[in-house]
């Protein structure tokens, strides 16, 4: 969410959509993201000291970027050019299906997730207001965490789970720019072994699969 608000709705003036993952397992501060971005990648803290160029960027500013830290080759390789990774197809239980955090969210950790989900309603109406849809995608998980506590790889109770669904349900009913896509179904989703690279990802079939119900969301928007 950071990079949507910091980024997309700053500089895309041609934007009509942003997709997002809704990892709500993960979605519980217990490791900061955002710090190990930063640490990997100085070229965000600098776009923070600049305001992230809200009032545009100056002259030859891509061209260097693109320049500065060229992706090794084996990066290339492994790559498409936009940034898609065609994995093998595997199955979901190959690594294992393991929770692997507790379940339990502490008071503090259920807090974070709630903010999060109030700074996607904030994200949405900010969007909202540019005419740009919001797509949320539950991402499919390993079926069998429904023989589980978890709802998830990292953890939210099973029993949690559907209040924060409802939340979402609720947004999408709120705001007609976001559209929720939950493609996990609490695990009851029809995406099998086939189209699994491990527990929580999809492989190169499952991922066309989503994709081609994305495609067809977007067919249905009203820009």
């Given amino acids: 969410m950071y990079f949507v608000e910091n980024y997309a709705l700053n500089h895309a003036d041609n934007l009509k959509a942003i997709v997002m993952s809704l990892d709500l397992d993960n979605w519980s501060g217990r490791e ?20 992230f160029w809200k009032s545009g960027l100056p002259n030859g500013f891509v061209e260097a970027v693109e320049n500065a830290y060229p992706a090794s080759q084996g990066w290339i390789q492994r790559y498409s050019a936009r940034g898609g990774l065609d994995d093998e197809c595997r199955s979901w239980g190959v690594d294992g299906t393991d929770v692997l955090m507790d379940s339990v969210f502490s008071t ?12 996607l309603a904030e994200i949405v109406d900010s969007a909202a207001a540019k005419n740009i849809y919001v797509i949320g995608i539950i991402f499919p998980m390993a079926p069998q965490y429904k023989k589980t506590g978890s709802f998830g790889t ?3 109770q099973r029993s949690k789970y559907p209040e924060k669904k409802k939340k979402l349900d609720a947004l999408a009913k709120a705001n007609r720019y976001f559209i929720l896509m939950d493609e996990n179904k609490f695990g009851d989703h029809d995406y099998p072994d086939q ?12 991922k066309k699969q989503l994709t081609d119900r994305l495609d067809s969301v977007l067919k249905t928007l009203k820009w």
């Fill in 108 to 119: 503090q950790e259920e807090r974070y997730l709630d903010a999060r989900l109030n700074e």
């Fill in 154 to 156: 990292y953890g939210l």
């Fill in 195 to 206: 189209m699994a690279f491990n527990r929580d990802h999809l492989c190169v079939a499952g």
């Fill in 32 to 51: 900061d993201h955002l710090s190990l971005i930063h640490m990997g990648v100085p070229g965000y803290d600098y776009d923070a000291h600049h305001d």
